[in-house]
Structures are given as structure tokens and as C-alpha cells.
């Protein structure tokens, strides 16, 4: 059973930065790819990046490329996601999920149908 925890959410300002992590069962990044969503009041979720089990390879959505990095951690089974010059329209729940047979790249994602397991979000916020 796959068991994933987001945390790291909170208010801040925009420009600002917040650094995320999502900590997944013993052994789930050996196996499986992890993606972030968001989801705005009144929105529809959204997939922001993801990063594959087997390569490392990552990819974002052009709205957040240059300004977010993920990156995982396998020893400590967690995946993080910073986010720099960070602007109101980020605002959102953000929630990691993992996929067994997904894949990253430059052009590649898995959509959120392929993700089989979910976390419970974490608020961010990003207002002056």
C-alpha cells in the first residue's frame, strides 16, 4: 500500500518561496513516478511537474518552468518541490500522487488518470 504526505504549505508573499515535500511509503520512488497537482478555488486540478522512479527524468508545465524544481531524495523516500518568484495565480491545494507506470521528460507526463494513489494536500497561498 502506497501511503503519500504532503507538507510544506503555507502563506506567502508574492515572490516568495516555499519548498514542499511529500513523503511516500518505504520504497515507493524505486517504483513508482511521483507528480504534483494543484487545484484553485472554482479550478480544475492541474498537473505542475512530475519526476520518473527510473531515470530521474522531469518534466513542468510551461507555467512554472524556471520557477520550480522537483527533486526526490530516495533514501529518505521523499520527493520535494521547490518554489521560487512565486505569484497569486499558484495559489492552490498542492497534491502529490504516485504512478506505477508513468513517465517523465521534457514533453512527456502521465495524466492524472495514471496515478493510482494520492495524498491530502497542502495549502499554499500566495498573497501580500
Known amino acids: 500500500q502506497v501511503q503519500l504526505v504532503e507538507s510544506g504549505g503555507e502563506l506567502v508573499q508574492p515572490g516568495g518561496s516555499l519548498k514542499l515535500s511529500c513523503a511516500a511509503s518505504a520504497q515507493t520512488l524505486d517504483y513508482y513516478t511521483i507528480g504534483w497537482f494543484r487545484q484553485a478555488p472554482g479550478k480544475e486540478r492541474e498537473e505542475v511537474s512530475c519526476i520518473s522512479s527510473s531515470d530521474g527524468n522531469t518534466w513542468y508545465t510551461r507555467s512554472v518552468k524556471g520557477r520550480f524544481t522537483i527533486s526526490r531524495d530516495v533514501a529518505k523516500s521523499t520527493v520535494y518541490l521547490q518554489m521560487d518568484s512565486l505569484k497569486p495565480e499558484d495559489t492552490g491545494v498542492y497534491y502529490c500522487?504516485?504512478?506505477?507506470?508513468?513517465?517523465?521528460?521534457?514533453?512527456?507526463?502521465?495524466?492524472?488518470?495514471?496515478?493510482?494513489?494520492w495524498g491530502q494536500g497542502t495549502q499554499v497561498t500566495v498573497s501580500s
Open positions: 500522487a504516485a504512478s506505477w507506470a508513468g513517465y517523465c521528460a521534457d514533453y512527456v507526463y502521465p495524466p492524472a488518470s495514471e496515478f493510482g494513489y
